[in-house]
């Protein structure tokens, strides 16, 4: 079975530091990982994905996910943080082959603190 | 502009009550999805739906049904609500590959006392 998870259950971070939200997933075969992000009372929004090809995957926000298939990791990145950065991420997986759906993490809650 | 909505936005039922929960998407996807998300759990799917007259079963499906008869509409019922039932609830929809990511309606918060 697929599965992911996020680790931290919240991350906090100084506005203009780097950021990292992290995820690992366990999949048979290779993977689709997505990156959500959900404001309070809001549904979630796309951030980006990985499909194949470069390792390093750039989004929405100026938001940055890179691969990593040895590790089984798909890390989320900013360069520096900002306030309205903060909210839920979610991680996503599906396998590439089969009929499995989707399955999402449990979400990390980001703090940008000003 | 294209989109997907949810009705109502806040619900409050009885225990034993049947709950219809709406959505609606203009994207002209023919995926359709329900999840509901609980602390500590994350999003679980419930019922899905891959075009008209397609429905499947989700991770979490106990008490829920589903109904697709027409490519805008997927209708969640909770047939005999119970207070674990008591969640916000969340439609997606997507293209037909499932490479492609999801779009989220704005959530339902049901609450059965």
């Known amino acids: 079975a697929q599965s992911v998870a996020q680790p931290e259950d919240q991350v906090n971070v100084a506005e203009g530091n780097p950021l990292t939200v992290k995820c690992t997933y366990s999949v048979s075969g290779n993977p689709y990982l997505f990156w959500y992000v959900q404001y309070p009372n809001r549904g979630l929004q796309f951030l980006l994905k990985?499909?194949?090809?470069?390792?390093l995957v750039k989004g929405s926000y100026g938001f940055e996910a890179e691969f990593n298939k040895s590790q089984t990791s798909f890390h989320l990145k900013k360069p520096s943080a900002l306030v309205s950065d903060s909210a839920l991420y979610f991680c996503?997986?599906?396998?590439?082959?089969?009929?499995?759906?989707?399955?999402f993490g449990t979400g990390t809650k980001l703090q940008v603190i000003p | 502009d294209a989109e997907i909505t949810q009705s109502p936005r806040h619900k409050i039922t009885e225990t034993g009550r049947q709950v219809t929960l709406a959505c609606h998407q203009t994207?002209?996807?023919?995926?359709m999805f329900w999840y509901r998300q609980d602390l500590g759990h994350g999003l679980r799917l419930i019922h899905y739906?891959?075009?008209?007259?397609?429905?499947n079963k989700g991770e979490v499906s106990d008490g829920y049904s589903v109904s697709r008869s027409n490519t805008e509409d997927l209708p969640l019922t909770l047939e005999s609500a119970a207070s674990s039932q008591t969640s916000v609830y969340f439609c997606?929809?997507?293209?037909?590959?499932?490479?492609?990511?999801?779009?989220f309606g704005p959530g339902t918060r049901l609450t059965v006392t």
């Open positions: 997606a929809s997507s293209q037909d590959r499932d490479s492609y990511e999801q779009y």
């Open positions: 994207w002209n996807h023919n995926n």
């Open positions: 739906s891959y075009g008209v007259q397609d429905t």
């Open positions: 996503a997986v599906r396998a590439f082959r089969g009929y499995q759906k989707v399955t």
């Open positions: 990985y499909i194949t090809g470069d390792n």
